[in-house]
């Protein structure tokens, strides 16, 4: 299996700031990873697919960038409503794999 | 518009079998994938597998291959996944969701509301 390896694993932030979680594969996945969003109590939301590629209706503060086996999703200025777990996903392997997730928390 | 509605929460006892469903609708139910994600707080989201129900071709992760099993009824466009015997272990949240691609990446973009599974003595 690839593995997933998010960090960190938890971040506090405050509303308006710029944070950045970084997802590493253990082998390249190319440009086959995607990030979600899952608020408590809450199915997982897709934000972004395929590396940078924004899910429709995802606001324009998320952003993804990388390839090979580093990746990470920026948030350029943090709303309360961002407040909330976010994992990455691979899809280069047929047997799909998530991160441990990133729990950002506000300050 | 997609939408995947779950069956609802099960209180099971270790040994019990369950079966829960996840009905669809807005989309071609034989066109797509759907996956199964098991979501527990100490471990995150995990991938369970997924099925094809045209031709019920299912793919598991090797976590749970031979643990649950997978099926579908495409004359009533739901899914199923489903324990013989339930371990405490088994206790979760367990999603459904559509799997799409788009530039050669596979995703899960419409998501069921959960059915939360509890299995206690």
Redesign the interface.
Known sequence: ?IQMTQSPSSLSASVGDRVTITCRASQSI?????W?Q?RPGI????LI???S?L?SGVPSRFSGSGSGTDFTLTISSLQPEDFA?Y?C?Q?WS????????TRLEIK | EVQLVQSGAAVKKPGESLKISCKSSGHIFTSDWI?W?R?TPG?????MGSIYPRDSDT?Y??SFQGQVTISADKSITTAYLQWSSLKASDTAMY?C?RQD?????????Y????TLVTVSS
């Open positions: 299996d190319r440009s086959y990873l995607n979600y899952q199915a997982p939301k897709l697919f395929a590396t590629n899910q777990t994992y996903q899809s047929a047997q799909f794999t998530f991160g441990q997730g | 996956a994600v979501h471990k995150g989201l995990e991938w793919r992760s090797p999603y969701a691609v788009r530039l050669g990446s596979y995703f899960f973009d998501w069921g509301q959960g």
